[in-house]
């Protein structure tokens, strides 16, 4: 089974950056298995919804709405993944959740395939 802790969140002003970190272990992750890290966030009254993902190879997806913003990355050894936050703006406030789930590639965006989550990490865009 893998578990999974986000962590990181806070209060930034708008234009600001923030990163944050998802700690991933057991299970295919320790395994050296093939399967995605993706971050989603849930806004108060909207629906959860997907932000960006990274394969166990570092191939790397993004939503629209954070493409040149936003960088996910990882590092191997600690089984960590990162979420680096640029150019923050209020409509990126929400609950950001971490995610793993098993393969890779289609349905990365898809949170109903992520097998594992952690609790979340809230973040704050306001001056």
């Known amino acids: 089974q893998v578990r999974v802790a986000e962590s990181g969140g806070g209060l930034v002003q708008p234009g600001g950056s923030l990163t944050l970190s998802c700690a991933a272990s057991?299970?295919?992750?320790?395994?050296?298995?093939?399967?995605?890290v993706g971050w989603f966030r849930q806004a108060p009254g909207k629906e959860r919804e997907f932000v960006t993902a990274i394969s166990w190879n570092s191939r790397t997806y993004y939503a629209d709405s954070v493409k040149g913003r936003f960088t996910i990355y990882r590092t191997d050894a600690q089984n960590k993944v990162y979420l680096q936050m640029n150019s923050l703006k209020p409509e990126d406030t929400a609950v950001y959740y971490c995610g793993v789930r098993r393969g890779s590639g289609p349905g990365y965006d898809d949170g109903s395939l992520y097998e594992s989550w952690g609790h979340g990490t809230a973040v704050t865009v306001s001056s």
């Open positions: 057991g299970g295919i992750v320790n395994s050296y298995g093939v399967y995605d």
